[in-house]
């Protein structure tokens, strides 16, 4: 995957990420139809700190924003959004 890299101050620093649009229908008496996103973004600093050196690092996404149904996966079963609501076909 392709990053963008740079220095800032003493910090030597990397970015990238992905949005993805999805639109999933399927059909049958257990399907259904959904719009959707997929995606990503993880930054890295690194710098020099006595003798050695420090680096953070973070990851974000959207996926949570698109509620506790998830997606439509026909025949799936035994996991929960929330450690609590099974999703079944999700």
Do not use: C
């Amino acid at each position: 995957m392709e990053a963008i890299h740079g220095l800032v101050g003493g910090w030597s620093t990397m970015l990238h990420g992905y949005v993805f649009s999805i639109y999933n229908h399927q059909g049958g008496r257990r399907g259904d139809s959904k719009a959707f996103s997929e995606s990503m973004l993880m930054g890295m600093a690194q710098r020099p700190l006595i003798g050695g050196q420090v680096t953070l690092r973070g990851m974000i996404s959207l996926d949570p924003l698109m509620g506790k149904d998830g997606y439509p996966l026909l025949l799936q079963t035994g996991e929960t959004a929330n450690g609590r609501t099974p999703l079944i076909d999700r």
